[in-house]
């Protein structure tokens, strides 16, 4: 069971990226799947989930109009697309699933966790 997220780089401020999780191991149809961040000396912060049955929920308001969530069952993937990125987003990025059809509710600790993927805002 693994799950990794790619797509992280360096960004300008006011720039998009995107970003992927991919599941190997597993299938991620009865799974509600999150997208976490974490910044150096800072907690684990929750942006958002999508649910088994495609309910998306954000965790906090900073991203709920610039970040997208979205999955595709098919390629066992889900995806964040991230705009007006500024360099408060600037975080290691990763991906978690839980066993559930509802999202599970912010500061949950999710079944299984991801590597993450490196996003750097910065002009």
């Known amino acids: 069971v693994q799950l990794q997220a790619s797509g992280g780089g360096l960004v300008q401020p006011g720039g998009s990226l995107t970003l992927s999780c991919a599941a190997s191991?597993?299938?991620?149809?009865?799974?509600?799947l999150g997208w976490f961040r974490q910044a150096p000396g800072k907690e684990r912060e929750g942006m958002g989930c999508i649910s088994a049955r495609g309910a998306i929920i954000y965790y906090i308001e900073s991203v709920k109009d610039r970040f997208t969530i979205s999955r595709d069952n098919a390629k066992n993937t889900m995806t964040l697309q991230m705009n007006s990125l500024n360099p408060e987003d600037t975080a290691n990025y990763y991906c978690?699933?839980?066993?559930?059809?509802?999202?599970?509710?912010?500061?949950?600790?999710?079944?299984?966790r991801g590597q993450g993927t490196q996003v750097t805002v910065s002009s």
């Open positions: 978690a699933a839980d066993l559930s059809n509802t999202c599970p509710p912010r500061g949950y600790d999710y079944d299984y």
């Open positions: 191991g597993f299938t991620l149809d009865y799974y509600s």
